[in-house]
Structures are given as structure tokens and as C-alpha cells.
């Protein structure tokens, strides 16, 4: 198999065969196949695309490239969920111990990433003495005990994904839905894991702008799982505002513990509701949506998914007096806060920019490399559709450095307007993607 043959082939429009994608990738993988054919073929497909059947062969040649987690040892149905990113995107803090104390064992191998705050475990180790790199061995030791566990992913998992992604970032090829799709079910496949739960996120904080661009990347990402023998769900909610209150990586782990304490509702506690819910229909452990929404509440309301929460950080050595007492998570030094400057309705329109003025505070990574600190970001006090007075607080700025505050305080107050009128609070959810098809909320 000449490997210009099929660079022609994609280029062409042709469907490449399970074999012919397994060339491209084990050779990627193996040193055989240089950066510059993997660029062509990424950049082919960025133009040409990929059938269905194409992105299924993609995924699963990404996930065979390296270790795969056994999860058998652990009774029950696995269940895993993830995002496609958003700004304020606290849920898996809150999903994974709320699903965990109903029953579900909930084994996430999470990542740091890139972008306005760290990934999951970033935010985790801002919780003093945290473990985030657990051995294959405690961690199934953990899952079989306290029935969560949470650790950062291997670099042994899923070798040609990390490859290809640092490549794809750097030729303009990242915003392609088949080469995401494939991207993360590669990671979903490898962690092990019986059903998937995807949250595919849709407006200006989202990689996926448009609900019908969202909607095709998770039918695209359902049908890989399904035919990976993983039952795949995708709920599609929005990111036109961030999601919670609060971004940053200390500062969400304190609204996930304050949604977990029952003292913050709103969209972040709405969405971990609707996820989990989701999770435990797949478990096996809900009849219909109804019923699991229920329980998780019930759950919920009597602090049980907090007391899983604390058993968690007790199993990964963290200080689970964090959990009663949230002022003993890092601070940053300085806070700032943004008044309404007129009465009105407020409009957050920007997600994307909140996310840069968090970014830009030092709570994310524009690179792999860049240390993020874990006390910096901002906490909004409304959201679309409050009615504000002039003088009331909209954001509060929590700052160590003041290189870049005057630039993050612009972004924001651009990303926020006012209306005379009463606008309505935004929709969150917008439908369910199953295999047997999309259904609108
Ligand atoms: N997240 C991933 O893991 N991969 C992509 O390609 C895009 C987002
Ligand atoms: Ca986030």
C-alpha cells in the first residue's frame, strides 16, 4: 500500500477502506508515515470529510494505538461522560459523585487541556494534596471501594490521538467534525468504559458555533460509540453563556461543592441533573428520564453525592476538609468587582470572551507548556435575563497580577450589554441525540 495512493484517494472524495486507515494510522504511529503525509491526509479530510463508516474505522485505529483500560473488574455498568468544552463547564465535579452515590461506578480518566481554565484535573488538584495520577491498580481498587475515581489520563492512552492533535493544531485542521468525533471517541473507547454520556455543547463559547454544526458532530460521535458496542447518548445544550457561575479552577471547584451542598441552583445544577440522568438510564439503574431525574434529586437534596464527593478526596489523599469549609481552597490575592453601569436587562453575549478574560487572568493554557494558577478567574453574580440596577454587582475578578487585568476587564464588559426591555433567561437544552435518532427538547 503506497501511502500517497491513499492521500490521492481522500483527496479524490473516495471512501478509504478499515485497512487503508489503519495504515495511515499504525504507520503515523510507528515512524513510518512522516508528519507531512499526516498533515495532507488531515487537511484532505478537513475539505472531503469522512462517511460514517470512514470516522468509525478513524476512531477505533486511533483507540487500538496504544493501552486500553480494563474496566472488568469492577462489577456493573461503567458509564462515562464527557464535554466538548465550554466556559464555566463545572458538571463532571458535580455528575460524577452525584451518579457514583446512586449506585453507578464512575471511573473518569480526565484530562488537563487547553484553553480559558484547566481541564477536570486541574481544577481537582486545587484541592490540597489531591492525587490525580492514580495506578491502574488503585484506581480499580478505588472504583471497587468508594465507587469513584477520577485520574488524569495516561500517556499511554490513545499515543496517535496526542500526535495527531498537536498536528492537526498547528495545519489549520483541528475544526474538522470527523477528525474531532474520532478524536474524542478514541479517548471514550480506550478509557474502558460499557455506555458513553456527551454533552455537546453549541454557541459562541463552544468549538461548534451552530446547533446544526453540534448536531452533526454528535450523531457523528453516537454512531462511532454504537458501533465501538458502546451505548452512546448525546444531549446538545448551549454555551452562549457560561454555564455556571463561576470560571476558573479553584473557583469552579467551590460552585461544584456549593451545588452539591444544595445552596447553588441555576443551569450548572439543571445540566448535571439532566447528564446524570442520562447516565443512569444506561446503568440500568432508571427506568425512563422521569424516574432518574427523581432520584438523582432525592439524591441530591439529602447530601449524599457531597458525601461522595468527600469520600473521593479522602481515597485520592486530598484535604476533604475543602468539602465544609471552601476557604480553605487557594485564593488569589486580589478581587475586583464590575458594576452594572445603567438599570436594565442583562445580556452575557460572549461566552468566548469570558473565557478569554479568564484565560487571560492566568487560569488556562494557551500552550501545553504555560502553568496555570489555580486561584485566578471570575464569578458572575447574574446571568442573561436579570434585571440589574446601576451600581449592582455583575462580576467579581479574582487577580494576582496586574499585567493583564485592565485587558480582562475590557473583554468582559464587552461581552455583557443591557436591554430596556425584559429579555428571557437563555435555553439550555436543546435535544437528545440516540441512535435511533435526534430528539428536540
Ligand atoms: N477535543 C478532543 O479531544 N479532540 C478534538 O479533536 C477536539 C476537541
Ligand atoms: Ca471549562
Known amino acids: 500500500m503506497r501511502t500517497v495512493d491513499l492521500l490521492i484517494k481522500k483527496r479524490n472524495g473516495v471512501e478509504l ?3 487503508e486507515i489503519k495504515h495511515l494510522i499504525n504507520g503515523y504511529i510507528n515512524g513510518d508515515i512522516p508528519d507531512y503525509q499526516l498533515a495532507a491526509f488531515c487537511m484532505a479530510v478537513y475539505f472531503k470529510g469522512m462517511t460514517a463508516q470512514e470516522t ?3 476512531a477505533v485505529a486511533l483507540a487500538d494505538s496504544g493501552d486500553t483500560m480494563d474496566l472488568s473488574a469492577v462489577p456493573g455498568i461503567k458509564v462515562d461522560k464527557h464535554s466538548t468544552g465550554g466556559v464555566a463547564d463545572t458538571t463532571t465535579l458535580v455528575v460524577a459523585p452525584l451518579v457514583a452515590a446512586a449506585g453507578v461506578p464512575v471511573a473518569k480518566m480526565a484530562g488537563r487541556g487547553l484553553g480559558h481554565t484547566g481541564g477536570t484535573i486541574d481544577k481537582l488538584e486545587s484541592i490540597p494534596g489531591l492525587k490525580t495520577s492514580l495506578t491502574p491498580k488503585s484506581f480499580i481498587r478505588q472504583l471497587n471501594t468508594v465507587g469513584l475515581a477520577v485520574t488524569s489520563q495516561s500517556g499511554r492512552l ?3 490521538d496526542k500526535k495527531l492533535y498537536a498536528l492537526r493544531d498547528v ?9 474531532i468525533a474520532g478524536s474524542i471517541m478514541s479517548k471514550k473507547i480506550a478509557a474502558g468504559a460499557e455506555a458513553i454520556v456527551l454533552d455537546v455543547k453549541t454557541g459562541s463559547g463552544a468549538f461548534m458555533k451552530r446547533k446544526e454544526e453540534a448536531l452533526e458532530l454528535a450523531t457523528t460521535m453516537v454512531k462511532i460509540g454504537e458501533s465501538a458496542g458502546r451505548e452512546t447518548i448525546a444531549v446538545i445544550s448551549d454555551m452562549n453563556e457560561p454555564l455556571g457561575n463561576a470560571v476558573g479552577n479553584a473557583l469552579e471547584v467551590e460552585e461544584a461543592i456549593m451545588v452539591l451542598k444544595g445552596k447553588t441552583g441555576g443551569r450548572l445544577r439543571e ?5 446524570g440522568s442520562q447516565m443512569l438510564i444506561l446503568a440500568r439503574k432508571a427506568e425512563d428520564f422521569n424516574e432518574a431525574y427523581q432520584k438523582l434529586e432525592e439524591i441530591l437534596d439529602k447530601g449524599l453525592a457531597l458525601e461522595k464527593l468527600t469520600e473521593m478526596i479522602v481515597a485520592q489523599g486530598g484535604n476533604p476538609k475543602v468539602v465544609e469549609n471552601t476557604d480553605l481552597l487557594p485564593k488569589a490575592k486580589y478581587q475586583k468587582v464590575i458594576k452594572s453601569w445603567q438599570d436594565g436587562w442583562l445580556i452575557i453575549n460572549d461566552a468566548q470572551a469570558v473565557g ?16 496555570i494558577d489555580p486561584t485566578v478567574g471570575l464569578k458572575f453574580h447574574a446571568k442573561t435575563g436579570d434585571y440589574l440596577k446601576e451600581g449592582q454587582v455583575i462580576v467579581e475578578i479574582y487577580y494576582n497580577r496586574e499585567d493583564n487585568l485592565k485587558d480582562a476587564l475590557d473583554v468582559i464588559k464587552n461581552a455583557v450589554s443591557f436591554s430596556e426591555h425584559s429579555v428571557p433567561p437563555r435555553k439550555l437544552l436543546y435535544g437528545v441525540v440516540r441512535k435511533e435518532g435526534y430528539e428536540e427538547y
Not at 356 to 371: E, H
Request: hydrophobic share 45%; glycine share 8%.
Open 17 to 19: 477502506t478499515p485497512e
Open 56 to 58: 468509525v474505522h478513524f
Open 158 to 160: 490513545v499515543p496517535a
Open 171 to 179: 495545519t489549520g485542521t483541528v475544526d474538522s467534525i470527523p477528525l
Open 271 to 275: 445540566l448535571s441533573l439532566v447528564l
Open 356 to 371: 478569554r478574560a479568564a484565560m487571560l487572568l492566568g487560569a488556562g493554557r494557551r500552550t501545553k507548556d504555560d502553568v
